[in-house]
Nanobody, 121 residues
């Protein structure tokens, strides 16, 4: 069994910073792509940033230059450093990961439970 546990959300003023973490644990053989998504009330879930196992990154245009995604492969953990936060960044942030499990071996995309980020103006 595999789970993703997120931490680091909260309330911050506009212009401030937050760092989100997401750790994968359980019966893991390997972790491939990892990413962060967000979903605001009444809106569709959208990709914020993604990172491959080799460290290649991809960002939504709305966060380029402000957010940075990174990962620690030894800890099966992905991070999202969010700087210069804006009220429009307010959302529930979800991490996901494509994980190859052990015994039995299969590949599946897992999601975290979500963490609230609120940016006040």
């Amino acid at each position: 069994q595999v789970q993703l546990v997120e931490s680091g959300g909260g309330l911050v003023q506009a212009g401030g910073s937050l760092r989100l973490s997401c750790a994968a644990s359980g019966s893991i053989r390997s972790v491939n792509d990892m990413g962060w998504y967000r979903q605001a009330p009444g809106k569709q879930r959208e990709l914020v940033a993604a990172i491959t196992s080799g460290g290649n990154t991809n960002y939504a245009d709305s966060v380029k230059g402000r957010f940075a995604i990174s990962r620690d492969n030894a800890k099966n953990t992905v991070y999202l450093q969010m700087n210069s936060l804006k009220p429009e960044d307010t959302s529930v942030y979800y991490c996901n990961a494509v994980i190859v499990t052990r015994y039995p071996t299969y590949t599946k995309t897992y999601w975290g439970q979500g963490t609230q980020v609120t940016v006040s103006s």
